[in-house]
């Protein structure tokens, strides 16, 4: 069984003595969840046979009429604030309009409820695998001089993989940062095709960037330090099986600037090169900005209202988002076209004012609203019916198994690993879909700090700022003490007053949910690649 450090959760433990004592895994579901487990290694899911027979009509007819299984595009935004798109009250109103989000948006399915991971990372394994970084080892980036003991990616079954082996052709483009080494590369773990970035914006420019790195940049020694490491600065392009080439390096934060229009005009030309072939595709997208440090490239500098360079870059990556679908309809291809727009956590604010915009407490790297909860916009014209919006929960690990069902591969999910990923065709497909998910679990690297079920949060585990904006750099993690900190999210969004067990009845029932969550790791237990806290 995984042993979890001694000052680790509450709930971790109270699972540990609850298995020693014998109870099975299954007992520890409450009278709170509706949530049925079909499989010991799959997350338990909510049942709802009306609307999942009525995306199974959709997808029949759709594939009669198309011929083939649908295209998967992902456009994940980097460090995007839940509260940045106009449509989820940002926008226009804080100096960065995104009209073309806030179409598709309209055009399809709001999510208000969706959930990355806290950092970058993880979530980008975490789709891919539809598993907790918890449970691949991915519990955070791979940072400049650290060196791991094995490959996350050699024993992992990614959606890349299972989706080529029935016929897909599959490219990432844009921002990577889940392993640069051979063997942890886009195209070493799937993707036929990979054009963009290993390392987060931040990670390149800080080499090139003397006004803000100036003791890394003016001295000649520490330059050189960072150059062992083995960290990238360029643009690549990659193929499975085949050569890998630096196209451009970055040597400049105005070099730095033009990396996503790069990376959309492959897109854009992949896109039109595809759609003309016969084999459907899976594109993810995976915008560089709007990661600090942001510079505004020159076609959209001063573009934004703010005029800041993180609100051009917002400007800029909508401009894009539209430019991505546009080139999905004028090939032809947008009606067989499943689209989803989030991004991979909450604001980084400890760049502020280089940093995006959320509502809720907290920001990138905490279990907090603002850390994990994320703009999510699922489209696709003619099969989501336009105008919904739904605040049930979305998990974007769900985008795993979502996507595997739409390409027919439901019996290709591995059975040997837990999955925690759920199958959301259906919620997206209904026209009045109802999610399948009960619940969400907030991990923080190997910490399980928190759960999400219906509008009730429980926290074992919180993050402490000591200082404001420093949600990464002046933060600690602590117990919360004699009890856990039960918010309810409808009243107090910004989890600032407990309800705890004096307002609510379910606060036992919720840790014996968490108890539940922690016991999967004695048959499954996590992976250690050597990546410390």
Not at 480 to 487: N, Q, R, T
């Amino acid at each position: 069984m995984y042993a979890f450090k001694r000052h680790s959760s509450a709930i971790a433990v109270a699972a540990a003595l609850m298995l020693s004592a014998g109870f099975p895994e299954a007992s520890a579901q409450s009278v709170l969840s509706k949530a049925e487990r079909a499989s010991e290694s799959m997350e338990p899911a909510l049942r709802h046979p009306d609307q999942d027979a009525q995306a199974r009509a959709k997808l029949e007819a759709l594939r009669a009429r198309m011929g083939k299984q649908p295209n998967i595009v992902w456009l994940v935004v980097d460090d995007m604030g839940y509260g940045d798109p106009g449509a989820f009250g940002g926008g226009a109103a804080i100096g960065a309009a995104t009209p073309n989000m806030d179409r598709l948006a309209r055009e399809g399915l709001k999510l208000t409820s969706a959930y990355s991971q806290p950092t970058c990372t993880p979530t980008r394994s975490a789709i891919l695998t539809g598993r907790l970084p918890v449970r691949t080892g991915l519990t955070r980036p791979i940072l400049a001089g650290d060196t791991i003991t094995r490959n996350p990616w050699a024993d992992e079954i990614s959606l890349p993989r299972l989706l080529g082996e029935a016929g897909y052709r599959t490219v990432l483009s844009g921002k990577w940062h889940v392993g640069a080494a051979q063997g942890m590369r886009p195209h070493d773990i799937g993707f036929d095709e990979f054009y963009g970035f290993y390392e987060a914006e931040k990670e390149i420019s800080q080499a090139v960037d003397k006004r803000r790195y100036p003791d890394l940049v003016l001295n000649p020694e520490r330059l050189a330090m960072l150059r062992k490491t083995g960290a990238s600065d360029a643009l690549v392009h990659g193929f499975k099986g085949g050569q890998t080439t630096d196209v451009v390096k970055i040597d400049s934060t105005a070099a730095m600037a033009e990396g996503d229009r790069m990376t959309k005009e492959f897109s854009v030309a992949k896109i039109k090169e595809l759609a003309a072939g016969n084999q459907p595709f899976f594109l993810e997208h995976a915008f560089m900005k709007v990661h600090a440090d942001n510079f505004a490239s020159k076609a959209f500098e001063g573009k934004s209202a703010s005029k800041y360079p993180y609100k051009d870059d917002v400007v800029e990556v909508d401009a894009y988002i539209g430019e991505i679908t546009k080139a999905l309809e004028d090939a032809g291809v947008l009606d067989n076209t499943f689209i989803f727009i989030t991004s991979d956590n909450g604001p980084q604010l400890d760049s502020w004012p280089d940093a995006g915009y959320t509502p809720f407490r907290g920001a990138k790297a905490s279990a907090w609203e603002g850390g994990v909860r994320v703009p999510g916009i699922a489209y696709w014209r003619g099969m989501i019916a336009p105008g919904r919006e739904s605040d049930d929960l979305f998990d974007l690990m769900d985008l795993f198994n979502t996507s595997v069902r739409l390409a027919g591969l439901e019996k290709k999910i591995p059975s040997d690993r837990y999955i925690d990923g759920i199958d959301q065709t259906s919620f997206l497909l209904g026209d009045k879909g109802r999610s399948n998910r009960e619940k969400v679990y907030i991990w923080a690297e190997r910490d399980l700090m928190a759960m999400r079920m219906y509008e009730y949060k429980i926290h074992v585990k919180v993050v402490q700022e000591h200082a404001q904006w420093l949600n990464i750099d002046m933060t600690t993690i602590s117990d919360v003490g004699l009890a856990p900190w039960l918010f309810n999210l409808y009243i107090d969004p910004k989890e600032q007053y407990p309800v705890g067990h004096r307002m609510n009845a379910f606060l036992a029932s919720m840790a014996a949910e968490m108890k539940g969550h922690a016991a999967t790791f004695k048959k499954y237990p996590p992976k250690n690649i050597g990546l410390g806290q």
